[in-house]
């Protein structure tokens, strides 16, 4: 009977040009390489790859028995996966997508420690403060902050998250502090592009109910940490989510302004694909795992 290390063994032979590199991707010696193949080929009776020649060339029988390799592998591979997930095992690869600053600060850490406590997970991270929706599909985990857009990805709330407008003392010590939103078109405002949003839009909310300012940005940057060094210099003011600012505001080297108005909260959510039945064991197990450690706000303690 043929086993799967035979198939596996044939397929690594017919996939290379000859015997020789063959040998190198299974990191053997040809003449072993030589034998086994013979071996094979008495075990099921047949002639695998023509004699002699330089090239790996296969017979018909050959060529029949790799098309069938190909599905029988394909075949094993996916009854093991579905006997892991039954057994909740985590393997395979996960692939993650997530915004630069937050991806940077956050997740990066906890997929660290997520592969490094599963030896058998292969990770892969991606971060992007502009990510396409159109291929979101192919991650099986999307961190996402910022104003949800219509999708068919499910959606799991990790924390909440507000918005803030900061600025320096320093800034306001020049320029004064604006007492509503509409003194703002006054001010140096700083736009940090992000989500294909209209980021000079800023939306606020009181009793009355929203009221938007267009705002006129001085400087503006694709990325948070660059926006946040910017409003920290005492270049101008800033709208941005509490878990990158709220240490600033809590140690005095930012001041959050027009507290009596509210912005479009963007609370931290993960989008998958897979509806919770659905999902293998690698990403369901990381989503809990980024629940536990978000929900618990870790930003609120970091001075």
């Given amino acids: 009977m043929l086993s799967s290390e035979d198939l596996i063994f044939f397929r690594t032979v017919a996939s290379q040009k000859t015997l020789a590199a063959a040998a190198r991707a299974l990191n053997v010696s040809p003449p072993s390489v030589t034998q086994r193949l013979r071996s094979l080929e008495h075990k ?15 017979t018909d029988e050959g060529s029949l028995l790799l098309s069938r390799a190909d599905k029988i592998l394909s075949e094993l591979a996916s009854l093991q996966a579905a006997l892991d997930d039954r057994r909740q095992l985590i393997r395979g690869k996960l692939r993650v997508l997530a915004p630069l600053g937050f991806g940077n600060d956050y997740i990066a850490p906890l997929l660290a420690e997520y592969a490094h406590e599963n030896e058998q997970l292969e990770v892969e991270l991606t971060l992007s403060d502009d990510p396409s929706w159109a291929s979101l599909h192919n991650w099986d985990v999307v961190i996402y902050i910022g104003e949800l857009r219509d999708s068919s990805m499910h959606c799991i709330r990790l924390a909440s998250n507000r918005r803030f407008i900061c600025a320096s003392p320093d800034y306001l010590e020049k320029r004064g502090t604006p007492r509503t939103p509409g003194e703002l078109r006054h001010h140096d405002c700083i736009a940090l592009r992000e989500n294909s949003e209209d980021v000079t839009l800023w939306r606020f909310l009181d009793e009355s109910g929203e009221n938007p300012v267009r705002i006129h940005p001085k400087m503006s940057c694709n990325e948070g940490r660059v926006v946040k060094e910017w409003a920290l210099s005492g270049r101008g003011i800033i709208m941005r989510s509490e878990w990158d600012v709220l240490p600033s505001v809590n140690n005095g080297s930012l001041v959050r302004l027009l507290t009596g108005y509210r912005l479009p909260d963007a609370d931290i959510v993960a989008l998958t694909a897979m509806a919770l039945s659905e999902r293998n064991p690698r990403t369901q197990i990381f989503i809990e795992l980024l629940q536990s450690r978000l929900m618990a706000r870790p930003w609120d303690k970091k001075c």
């Fill in 44 to 58: 099921i009776g047949v002639t695998l790859i023509l004699r002699p020649s330089r090239q790996v060339s296969l």
